[in-house]
């Protein structure tokens, strides 16, 4: 049965494979090899994560299955106007299209009970996770963005 719970420092470096696995499996047929190996080389020494899954400001969930992590969601807090930024929502490839990713974002979601909008950046090519946030309610807000190299879309949702 697959469990959420806010990551911790032991979660490294499961993290870190799981990034390494999901942006090879997702982004290596969009942008080619050598771009994903440039991306996943910044998470080699494991800083931004530590980072991430220790900051105040920030919700950092895994999804797991025993001691097995097999998706993880980071959301920065509301900032003043009261929007909460959705940077990444990734599930194994093997375990995708199973509602992970699902119960990530709607857990992710109501971590933030003072938020009014939660705000994303979605590769304009990746027309799955277009597809998938657009289900949940997220709207394209035309707006486009350079991120790693990559076009990337808002998408926002009320919540």
């Known amino acids: 049965m697959v469990a959420i719970r806010e990551a911790d420092i032991s979660d490294l470096d499961p993290l870190r494979s799981l990034l390494f696995q999901t942006w090879r499996h997702t982004f290596e047929p969009l942008h080619g ?4 190996d ?8 494991g800083r931004e994560l530590k980072a991430r899954i220790i900051a105040q400001d920030a919700t950092f969930l895994v999804a797991h299955v025993d001691q097995h992590i097999i998706g993880m969601a980071f959301a ?7 929007i909460a930024y959705l940077s990444q929502l990734y ?27 939660m705000r ?6 990746n027309v799955k996770a277009v ?9 394209n807000t035309n707006i ?14 009320q919540l």
Request: hydrophobic residues 35%; charged residues 30%; proline residues 4%.
């Open 76 to 82: 920065k807090a509301p900032n003043q106007d009261g």
């Open 38 to 45: 440039e991306i996943c080389a910044r998470w080699e020494d």
């Open 91 to 117: 599930v194994l490839p093997d375990n995708q299209q199973q509602g992970i990713g699902s119960d990530l974002l709607c857990e992710i979601e109501t971590s933030f009970p003072h938020a009014k909008l």
């Open 144 to 157: 486009r963005l350079q991120e790693g190299g990559m076009e990337a879309l808002v998408f926002e949702k």
């Open 33 to 36: 090899k050598a771009h994903v």
């Open 131 to 139: 597809g998938f946030y657009e289900r949940f309610g997220y709207r």
């Open 120 to 125: 994303l950046g979605v590769d304009a090519k």
